[in-house]
């Protein structure tokens, strides 16, 4: 997600470089100062997500906004193997809402502030090296389209559709 590599990396090299990320409730595209951002600017979020990039499934569940932090995990899967997973925090605190991910368990030293809401949310920083850019379009209640950017506005997108999030294993 942040390693600095452009679009997926799959096998050993490591994994797809897939933005945690979130969606907006708004339809209209708004720009605000960061503080004005809250955590109900991307609760469509919450729930499990399913999609593909090539031959890779992609599994995402985020956690319901509760005590100002949505938490959130991906996998993803080639032929029912884990190649890669990571973990994703958004916070919402008195400097606005801010996207941290963890790629492979392994904070990143850098967050990305959420900087436009609408039909894209678009968490942005760019001192990153890549991506400089997580957005995510929102394309009705149950489909999202997130694509990742580099400074140039280049990178990969691909397709989550909501899904009913898996019941817990037996004890």
Known sequence: ???????????????????LAVVAVSSATTRYSQENF??????????????RSGDVELREQWTEASGGVILGNTRYLRAGEAVDW??????????GVTLWPYP??????????????GPE?????????????????VEGPDRLRPRIEGSDGQG???VLERVACPAPAPR
Do not use: K
Request: hydrophobic content about 40%; overall charge positive; glycine content about 18%.
């Open 104 to 117: 492979r368990g392994v904070a990143s030293p850098r967050g990305f502030p959420l900087v436009r809401v």
């Open 121 to 137: 949310l678009v968490f942005e920083n760019l001192e990153h090296d890549f991506p400089v850019r997580i957005i995510y379009a």
């Open 1 to 19: 997600m942040c390693g600095g590599s452009r679009g997926p990396r799959l096998g050993r090299g490591g994994g797809i470089a897939l933005a």
């Open 86 to 95: 990571e973990f994703g925090r958004i916070v919402a605190d008195s400097t």
């Open 156 to 158: 990969p997108s691909w």
């Open 38 to 51: 809250g955590l109900q600017h991307v609760g469509i979020l919450s729930g499990c997500w399913s999609g």
